[in-house]
């Protein structure tokens, strides 16, 4: 049992019992945990639960199961556990889930798991299921080996941009190919993160952008811009903050979708740029607080099996700050 979690309870909800063995070393050591094998009506559901006497506090649901062989189960989880957080947890050689129907159910955590995992990587799928079980958002360090660095860098102009980009290339060590595509992804990624807080996140109260994407400005005094990063030697995570909490996760997982189909977008709703930090990222989360703050970051591994194409997972609260 995992330190200050005897009193939560999980249900776990999976196609057959194929999938609930592939799922099952996530499962190991968790606690409370319920599972469910095909329940074809919403009334097994609520049968089981009500013999075992417990409410859950968290609902993950196989993508094997949903959304395409029984695309109305997250509204029958809303309507039995209203209180529960709903996670989504795909196979990685699944195919990825469609985006849209995800958006449309509301649907804000993923988490992609791999067939062949190491402990490591384990405890670290783990680490993001305790979370939302116990809703505590997402932090730098959780990426990274214990005594790592912290590099803060808060901006003041958007002319800061390529220095900053430069800082994280530099903190990179090694000479290896591996590190140099990390170093890539990194500074595509500040890039992208840099943008969407200078131009993306601000908005009037119609929700129109105040600045234009790529123009020279100044932040105010009571602007805040704060990019952290922390790199082991392994693992580069970062993230950023701004100080505006516009987004929303249903608007997150839309412009995802919607970007998923190569639909036309306009550049300026910083969809597209959203849309690129979550593919290349190996893990997302987005923290918000709405119309105060938005934190959004992720890492990055220097050795992995990297695929811009395969599916991702993503994390977008706005109650755990």
Not at 3 to 9: M, Q
Not at 123 to 132: G, S
Not at 266 to 280: T, V
Request: hydrophobic share 40%; charged share 25%; proline share 6%.
């Amino acid at each position: 049992m995992i330190a200050g979690t005897d009193n939560y309870v999980i249900l776990a909800l999976c196609n057959n019992s194929t999938d609930e063995d592939a799922f099952r070393p996530l499962l190991n050591g968790l606690p409370g945990v319920m599972i469910i094998k095909n329940p074809e009506k919403k009334d097994q559901i609520a049968q089981q639960m009500a013999m075992s006497g417990v409410s859950p506090s968290l609902v993950i649901i196989s993508s094997r199961l949903y959304p395409v062989s029984r695309p109305e189960m997250v509204a029958e989880i809303r309507e039995l556990c209203p209180g529960a957080v709903i996670l989504l947890v795909t196979i990685a050689t699944d195919p990825l889930p469609p985006l849209e129907k995800l958006a449309f159910d509301r649907i804000s955590h993923l988490l992609v798991t791999p067939v062949d995992i190491d402990q490591e990587g384990l405890t670290l799928l783990q680490v993001a299921i305790i979370k939302l079980l116990v809703r505590t958002p997402w932090e730098l360090l959780d990426y990274v080996r214990p005594g790592s660095r912290v590099h803060e860098i808060r901006m003041s102009s958007s002319t800061e941009k390529e220095t900053l980009i430069s800082t994280v290339e530099s903190a990179i060590s090694g000479n290896s190919p591996e590190m140099e595509m990390l170093r890539q992804r990194a500074a595509l990624l500040a890039d992208e993160m840099v943008e969407n807080a200078l131009y993306g996140a601000p908005q009037g109260g119609d929700g129109k952008k105040l600045y234009r994407k790529g123009e020279e400005r100044a932040l105010t005094d009571e602007e805040k811009i704060l990019f952290r990063f922390a790199f082991d030697g392994e693992t580069l995570a970062m993230e950023i903050a701004d100080g505006w909490g516009t987004l929303s996760p249903e608007v997150v997982v839309d412009f995802l979708a919607r970007n998923q189909e190569g639909s036309e977008m306009d550049e300026d709703a910083g969809g597209r740029g959203l849309f690129i930090i979550w593919r290349f990222m190996d893990h997302l989360h987005i923290n918000i607080r709405p119309g105060m703050q938005t934190v959004l970051g992720g890492h990055l591994k220097a050795v992995s099996t990297f695929d811009s194409d395969g599916p991702k997972g993503f994390s977008i609260s706005t109650d755990y700050m």
